[in-house]
């Protein structure tokens, strides 16, 4: 969902240009000055929330003709946290989405059924899931350092109207399409109910396998390693330390795959038949920016990225869905973006109902760190930043809740953080200085989950001669 408010704002921020040219930002009025910055942080230590859970999947995925897929999922689940559980809570999405609280909306001509949930082998009894969370009691605790077995088999018709899970001609977009485990942290399970508006689901790393047969040959897309650049009818795919198993069954008659390298990692996109003139751009933006991200603020662990140009504009694990526009710029601005979160989203985790900014704002901000890069100058770089200020709205801090923004959520989260980050970064050391502190940062918590607080830990240690007020300017820290 971040990525549909983002494209919305984008819009607007064309609609704005005509009408608000001098796009002034009281804050741009006062420069800061005499800012250094820690040349060394081998004495910090970064604090990662613990998960308190990690999931083993084993998913086999047999899809008919008419594009329903029966599913079995086997989650091995490990208890990671200090209590002892006497039930488990997973995220099951495509219930809320299709069949459940908004299924009037988005669930039109999709299915989605549960046969049997077991536990350790047993039949066992669970909740409805209308609201997208599945809970299921247990006989027997699990305790602290134990695990348990979990398996689910459901057959699933994804909706043409879905959110990001949905079928469109005869290919599938398959995110939040499985039982997912959340995190267990302060004592209680951390899930909310899907809400469409926001984003709904925190995971962390777990080791996936999936094995899929299909009623004809696809193109497959997922986020592990996908050996096969043709389309083909069955496989199976594996990958540990993923946050997430996004999956896309592409439909040969509609798409085609070019796939190329940007330093050691292979990239593979999938367009439209249709939109083949516009490759090379995307495959330029797609390029530049990876290999930019790679060598100024860190390595890219997995071998390939893939990216699907429908009109997702959504990130997720070792995969994004950019934009089919053919409009250059809106277009690039959404491939690199998303290309940044696999840095800022995926390799350093945050919860995004309360944290969205981390991921976002910092995405945000690298993506015009390198807009400054390919742009002749930095009015063209930083062109929404005044226009997305300019939306109406009370400012908010970066860090509400998410039912807490509404209108403002885009500003709040995604133009605050990278206007504010800037003004400090601008004249004390500028892109590089930026850069630094961005691959510092990537460094230190790659593989974490970063909270607002440790944050302000990090940049407190590592910035020196801090403004007085300057990150209460736009943070809640109380
Ligand atoms: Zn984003």
Redesign the pocket.
Known sequence: M??TR?VFVLILMFLLTACNTNGTDKDEDKSIQNVSYQTSMEEFEPQGVQPGTYGTYNITIDMKEDLTSNIDAQIEIENRSEDAWDEIKLYFIPQSLIEGDYGNQYGSDGSVNINQVMVSNEESTFSSADDGILTIPLNNQIEAGDKTVIDISYSLRPAPNGIRLRRQGGSLFLAQWYPMLPTYQDGKWNIEGYNPKGESYFTTNGSYTVEYQLPQPYYVMTSAHDQNNEPHQSGKVQGDNLKEMYISFLDPRDWYLNTFSANNTDLRMAVKQNAQDMEEEWQKSAQGSFTFFEENIGDYPLDQLDMIQNSG???YAGIIEGSSKSSGARANATII??I??QWF?FQVNNDPYYDAWV??GI??FANTLYQLEIKDNQNEAFQFIPQLNGVSGPDKPANLPLPEYEAVYAKAA?AQPVAKLWRLFENNGGQEAALEFLSTYYNLYQGKQVTTKEFVRFFRAYVENEPEGYLESWLDLN
């Open positions: 971040k990525m983002f504009g959504m990130e973006h998303e940044a979160h989203y991921d976002e995405t945000e995604y």
